[in-house]
């Protein structure tokens, strides 16, 4: 895949999203895409994430960002582009 096939993005998601499975959930949906990158508690209360990957697997990771898992109410998704961080695989991280 070259570099003009992939996309990466972060995202913080607002609302219901901690307490919630939100970081597994992400974690497990990432995976089934093929995404790489990562997804973490915020201090705030919000859950940020990178993801990066073809861009059309992107894109539908942030389309079911806006749904989350069941008990989460996401009231709002905020993402910009960010530079791909080359890494493999998904992974949840710590609070920060």
């Known amino acids: 895949m070259s ?9 913080r998601i607002q609302g219901k999203v901690q307490g919630v499975w939100y970081r597994g959930w992400t974690v497990d949906q990432a995976g089934r895409l093929g995404l790489t990158g990562w997804v973490r508690n915020r ?8 993801f990066a990957g073809p861009a059309d697997a992107v894109d539908r990771m942030l389309e079911a960002c806006r ?4 008990s989460a109410i996401v009231r709002d998704l905020v993402f910009e582009p960010e530079q791909d961080p080359g ?3 998904f ?6």
Do not use: F, H, Y
Not at 91 to 96: I, K, Y
């Open 3 to 11: 570099a003009v096939d992939r996309k990466a993005v972060r995202v």
């Open 43 to 50: 201090g705030d209360g919000t859950v940020e994430a990178l």
């Open 87 to 89: 890494m493999a695989g």
């Open 91 to 96: 992974e949840q991280r710590p609070t920060v």
């Open 67 to 70: 749904r989350g898992p069941p």
